[in-house]
Nanobody, 118 residues
Framework: QVQLVESGGGLVQAGGSLRLSCAAS????????MGWYRQAGAAPRELVAE????????YADSVKGRFSISRDNNAKSTVYLQMNSLKPEDTAVYYC???????????WGQGTQVTVSS
């Protein structure tokens, strides 16, 4: 069974940076879309950024200019989220998501906590 393994979360002061990573546990189909979502408390999970296998990107307005998503088109579709100029409102659990082409089937990672102190 495919799992997404995330790393890189933690505690950082406002204005600081973190880099999140996510990779599949086994080889997966590379023609996919990989994305990062976040959920703060009871709020709905929201899209942060996503990247297609071609490299096309999409960002939430709240992170444009501060966050950058990138990927390695290797067998495990590793995806990264570079987060700069972090704000307390960026505090959330960040989830990695794999979306298969065609079917739209998705797999979620277990989540990694990001906490930004003021």
């Amino acid at each position: 069974q495919v799992q997404l393994v995330e790393s890189g979360g933690g505690l950082v002061q406002a204005g600081g940076s973190l880099r999140l990573s996510c990779a599949a546990s086994v080889t997966i189909f590379s023609l996919n879309t990989m994305g990062w979502y976040r959920q703060a408390g009871a709020a709905p999970r929201e899209l942060v950024a996503e990247i297609s296998w071609r490299g096309s990107t999409n960002y939430a307005d709240s992170v444009k200019g501060r966050f950058s998503i990138s990927r390695d088109n290797n067998a495990k579709s590793t995806v990264y989220l570079q987060m700069n100029s972090l704000k307390p409102e960026d505090t959330a659990v960040y989830y990695c998501k794999y979306t298969a082409p065609g079917s739209g089937d998705s797999i979620w990672g277990q989540g990694t906590q990001v906490t930004v102190s003021s």
